[in-house]
């Protein structure tokens, strides 16, 4: 059976934001599930995925969303997988693969491996993609179109089970890629967590400023200011999580930034236009990588 239409049995779903409600859609519309299983820490949420149809059972309990999953992936802030899976353990039943979409691997594998019952099946998911906006309402089905999803599971993990995750995103439009937890945690360092410090630092900057000279920063924004607005929106919870759990790869990533910034500023104070001019050259060759990886 291809990826694309395989049925993929029972499903539990831990947290219905931008990543667990557009995984939801594509479930529903392609019917890669008979059942889906809800679970989220409000009452609210809950309501808006049944109004939405993205759930056949709704529970704040979350050992009753289990019942009887074939996969059960977790789509909530980092610093509750730790708890979430300490409670939902005894109800997995035997041969159920656990999962998740967080960006930091190695906490992953650190809060979950050491509660996974004998029988069950840890494979650790990051599908890269995402917008700035959150709750069941921001998901939709093209989230993950032609987008990276990466598997890191741990050494002597079930193929079968981690083949079977790979078959779940590459329904929903995305390419795998397989990586070591650690390694993963230094890219998405470099890619992701370091830019969106940035964009938090420089939106932060900009309140700080003076009330006249702040309102003018906000009504003349342009492209840059504008897309670091955009970034420094993203979902407060997740990315106090993210660098809470990746501390170690982003504060070596941050220093060589801040090396790097200080070349800069020697730069500019000095009027070395031919450094600065070789600087956004070469740069300017990291975007058309990036055009011509199809992640723009």
Not at 97 to 107: A, E, R
Not at 154 to 164: H, L, Q, R
Not at 177 to 200: F, G
Not at 242 to 249: G, L, S, T
Request: proline fraction near 5%; include cysteine.
């Amino acid at each position: 059976m291809n990826a694309e239409k395989r049925n993929f049995g029972r499903i539990a779903l831990f947290g219905i934001g931008l990543i667990g409600s557009s995984l939801a859609r594509i479930i529903r519309r392609d019917g890669l599930a008979d059942h889906i299983a809800v679970a989220a820490r409000t009452q609210a949420s809950l309501d808006t995925a049944a109004s939405l149809g993205l759930a056949d059972l709704t529970s704040l309990d979350a050992a009753a969303a289990v019942q009887d999953a074939d996969i059960i992936v977790i789509c909530t802030p980092l610093s509750t997988y730790a708890p979430i899976i300490e409670s939902i353990a005894p109800a997995l039943k035997p041969g159920a693969i656990v999962t998740d979409v967080g960006s930091v691997k190695g906490s992953a594998l650190r809060d979950l491996a050491p509660h996974i019952p004998d029988g069950v099946h840890l494979v650790p998911a990051h599908p890269v993609a995402g917008t700035e906006h959150s709750g069941p309402e921001s998901g939709f089905p093209e989230l993950f179109d032609g987008r990276w999803c990466i598997l890191t599971p741990a050494p002597g993990t079930d193929e079968k089970a981690v083949e079977t995750v790979a078959d779940l995103w590459r329904a929903c439009g995305s390419t795998i890629e397989m990586m070591e937890a650690e390694h993963h945690d230094q890219v998405m360092a470099m890619t992701s967590h370091i830019p969106h410090l940035i964009a938090y630092t420089i939106v932060g900057t900009a309140t700080d400023l003076e009330q006249t000279l702040r309102n003018e920063v906000i009504k003349f924004s342009a492209g840059g200011f504008r897309d670091f607005t955009r970034i420094a929106a993203s979902d407060p919870s997740m990315w106090r999580d993210v660098f809470i759990c990746n501390q170690d790869a982003v504060l070596e990533m941050l220093q060589r930034f801040n090396e790097d910034l200080t070349a800069l500023q020697r730069a500019i104070r000095w009027g070395e236009a031919d450094t600065l001019y070789e600087l956004f050259d070469r740069t300017r060759e990291i975007r058309r990588g990036v055009i011509d990886a199809k992640q723009a």
